[in-house]
């Protein structure tokens, strides 16, 4: 426990020294809510939640934004590796799974932090957080999806020798995983083919519980969502525990 | 004598690459042990293996009596590491750094404090404790590794390189330091350095390491006096015919290197007028000779073939490389 919060407390201590790199990850999630929503607010029509759709949105940004910082934060450990400072945590007598779930805390608080500063911005624009438990529902589920995608991060990292194929990742795996997740557009009102991608997408549960807890509706069963969203948290976690053993420095 | 460190039939092989070639030898505990050679001798390799951050290809190792390959958490919490690139958290403070290692190893709270002040001040960081290391000349950055690495009270202290590309007041302070802490605190030292002079006045023993095997082991006064007494050195273009010339029994050895060759004899200032004599009267051109005590830099031309100079451009490019890494 000792060494995880070690670990924990060293990304606490680069993240709140991170003021560039703080704002640099709010603004896209802030840029997609303000544009898109009050761009699209009047175009597109809600079935439940009273039409609004900038309401509809600020679940899909705040897991959005958890995500991005997540699997950032877990691709970090290559940044260690390049500047050497993953040599001095591997020669200390501690043990790798350690070191792996530490950097899992620190990078999924950091994105829950991130998050949250998205939905506290978000309460300018009119949402209301009324019930104390929708907000933990909220809370729980962004913490599952920091989780699942900072040990998605750590385990691509294990396997990266530079940052080069980085962009490739993004590309292919962590944009389409967003775009397809439901988090833009309700999965009702898409096209039938889309809908089996959708539901295949663990991001899709994510956002949904987001919602649930926010907004008190969502189309899928919130105990369908965090048996999802929770299952592939672990899985990811056992994943990156696995590669990340193996890591070469 | 207690043995701090035991090597035996050691080899490391990358592909096809024999790095380290079946090296085996002894530290004992409190020497200041030297591993010097080449650049791509091996002796990172080897140092990362009693670090236990490499498994050996073969052979075995006890670091103070603990099996590297059996117990690696025994000999990691029983060792302390200074690499050879740099390995701090740059957007940390030089306390931070401290502070994470010392949790790292489990050290509990008062006493974590208590020694890193004690080291920052020893290494004369105290004042600058609370600024990020991004800020720190090269000298400080690497003064802070050596007081992290001290920070667990290690038995056994790896020093890859600790000096390098550190300017010469630096060094010699650093190596000051390093001294101490050998003969204060009984801590077992074992470096690699590119800087002879220094490495002579302060390894106990030393060790030549080229193209993975030991080529050499003693004590640098050993080393020297190996190379016969005082050596000559003969500039000259028909280097062939000095070396045949003077194949005389009063000479210890001759070796040609390029230009020049070096002879090795004792008393060498009274016979230099007979190597000018006799090479006069064989009519062979000289350009330049000098006598000097034998340094451990001719011990190392004497087993390498190479000199230091020559090799330590290449170590000056390398680092240049590592730091256009850096930067990008
Ligand atoms: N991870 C690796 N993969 C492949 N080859 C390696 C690896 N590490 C080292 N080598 C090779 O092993 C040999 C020994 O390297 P090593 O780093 O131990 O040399 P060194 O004596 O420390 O050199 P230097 O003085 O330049 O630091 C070199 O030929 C190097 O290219
Ligand atoms: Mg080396």
């Not at chain 1, 809510?33 to 759709?53: A, C, E, T």
């Not at chain 1, 309700?186 to 089996?196: D, G």
């Not at chain 2, 591993?35 to 009693?50: D, E, F």
């Not at chain 2, 090795?264 to 006069?280: C, G, P, Q, Y």
Request: one cysteine or more.
């Amino acid at each position: 426990m000792e060494i995880i919060y070690t670990i924990w407390l060293r990304n606490m201590l680069r993240f709140v020294r991170s003021k560039s790199r703080i704002i640099g990850s709010i603004s896209m999630p802030l840029f997609f809510l303000l544009f898109l929503g009050f761009g699209l607010n009047s175009v597109v029509q809600l079935p439940g939640i009273g039409g609004n759709y900038i309401l509809f949105l600020v679940p899909g940004m705040v897991a959005m934004s958890v995500m991005f910082t997540s699997v950032f934060s877990g691709i970090q450990v290559i940044w260690d590796k390049q500047f050497g400072f993953l040599k001095e945590t591997l020669v200390a007598p501690v043990s790798r799974l350690e070191i792996m779930l530490g950097q899992t805390a620190g990078g999924a608080t950091t994105a829950v932090l991130q998050g949250f500063l998205i939905l506290v911005l978000s309460l300018f624009i009119g949402l209301q957080v009324s019930r104390v438990t929708g907000f933990l529902i909220a809370l729980l589920f962004m913490v599952l999806i920091g989780i699942s995608f900072t040990a998605f991060g750590i385990a691509i990292a294990s396997r990266m020798e530079d940052m080069t194929g980085f962009q490739l990742i993004m590309n292919f795996v962590i944009f389409p995983i967003f775009g397809l997740s439901g988090a833009l557009f309700p999965i009702s009102s898409l096209p039938a083919w889309i809908v089996p991608v959708t539901m295949l997408d663990p991001l899709t549960y994510g956002v949904e519980g987001i919602r649930y807890g926010l907004t008190g509706v969502s189309q899928i069963n919130p105990l369908v969502c965090f048996a999802v969203i929770g299952g592939f948290s672990l899985t990811m976690t056992a994943i990156g525990a696995f590669l990340f053993r193996k890591i070469k420095i | 004598m207690t043995v701090a460190l035991q090597i035996q039939n050691l080899s490391r092989h990358f592909n096809d690459l024999v790095a380290v070639d079946n090296i085996s030898f002894e530290i004992r505990q409190g020497e200041i042990f030297g591993l010097l050679g080449p650049n791509g001798a091996g002796k990172t390799t080897t140092l990362s293996m009693l670090a236990t951050m490499l498994e050996p290809t073969s052979g075995s190792a006890t670091v103070n009596g603990i099996d590297i390959r059996k117990d690696p958490d025994g000999v990691r919490k029983s060792i302390g590491i200074v690499f050879q690139d740099q390995s701090l958290d740059e957007e940390l403070t030089a306390w931070e750094n401290m502070d994470f290692h010392g949790r790292l190893y489990r050290i509990p709270k008062a006493t974590r404090n208590r020694r890193i002040t004690e080291l920052l001040t020893l290494v004369e960081l105290n004042d600058r404790r609370d600024d990020i290391v991004k800020t720190f000349s090269g000298g400080m950055r690497r003064r802070l590794e050596i007081a992290r690495g001290l920070l667990h009270y290690p038995a056994v202290l790896f020093l890859d390189e600790p000096t390098l590309g550190l300017d010469p007041q630096t060094r010699n302070h650093l190596w000051q330091y390093i001294a101490t802490l050998a003969q204060d605190n009984g801590i077992t030292i074992i470096l690699t350095t590119h800087y002879m002079e220094e490495a002579d006045r302060l390894c106990d023993r030393i060790a030549i390491i080229d193209h993975g095997r030991i080529i050499a082991i003693d004590t640098p006064k050993n080393l020297k006096d190996g190379l016969g007494g005082d050596l000559v050195t003969i500039g000259s273009p028909e280097p062939a015919a000095v070396a045949a010339a003077l194949r005389e029994p009063w000479v210890a050895r001759v070796e040609t290197h390029n230009d020049n060759v070096v002879v090795s004899l004792k008393n060498a200032d009274r016979h230099v007028s007979s190597i000018v004599t006799l090479l006069n009267t064989l009519q062979i051109p000289i350009t330049s000779i000098t006598i000097h005590k034998p340094t451990l830099e001719d011990v190392f031309l004497s087993f390498t073939g190479k000199t230091i100079r020559e090799e330590e451009a290449g170590i000056k490019e390398q680092m240049r490389m590592h730091q256009k890494m850096l930067r990008h």
